[in-house]
Nanobody, 123 residues
Framework: QVQLVESGGGLVQAGGSLRLSCAASGRTFSTYTMGWFRQAPGKEREFVAAIRWSSGRTYTAESVKGRFTISRDNAQNTMYLQMNTLKPEDTAVYYC????????????????WGQGTQVTVSS
């Protein structure tokens, strides 16, 4: 079993910053891909960013490129999403996810999910 726990969400003003964390336990992740997805009310889950654990290769959605940065800490099995210049359109529940094999931007291909953390950006 793999457990993923997100933290770091909250209320911020437009233009502000947050850093989300996702701590993984139960398995090693040397061959895994881990990613961030978000879901706003009435919308389907949307890809935000992903990272291949072994190589550190990153992928970022065009909607957040230049504002969000994904990273990892191998020793702590923790993934981060640094979110800068936040916009009201970024308001959503943010989920971390992991899988040994995925299609990077497709939520259905990730096997393990955290419980989500709310990010609300006020205008």
């Amino acid at each position: 079993q793999v457990q993923l726990v997100e933290s770091g969400g909250g209320l911020v003003q437009a233009g502000g910053s947050l850093r989300l964390s996702c701590a993984a336990s139960g398995r090693t992740f040397s061959t895994y891909t881990m990613g961030w997805f978000r879901q706003a009310p009435g919308k389907e889950r949307e890809f935000v960013a992903a990272i291949r654990w072994s190589s550190g290769r990153t992928y970022t959605a065009e909607s957040v490129k230049g504002r969000f940065t994904i990273s990892r800490d191998n020793a702590q099995n923790t993934m981060y999403l640094q979110m800068n210049t936040l916009k009201p359109e970024d308001t959503a529940v943010y989920y971390c996810a992991a899988s040994p094999e995925v299609t990077i931007t497709t939520a259905a291909t990730y096997d393990y999910w955290g419980q989500g953390t709310q990010v609300t950006v006020s205008s």
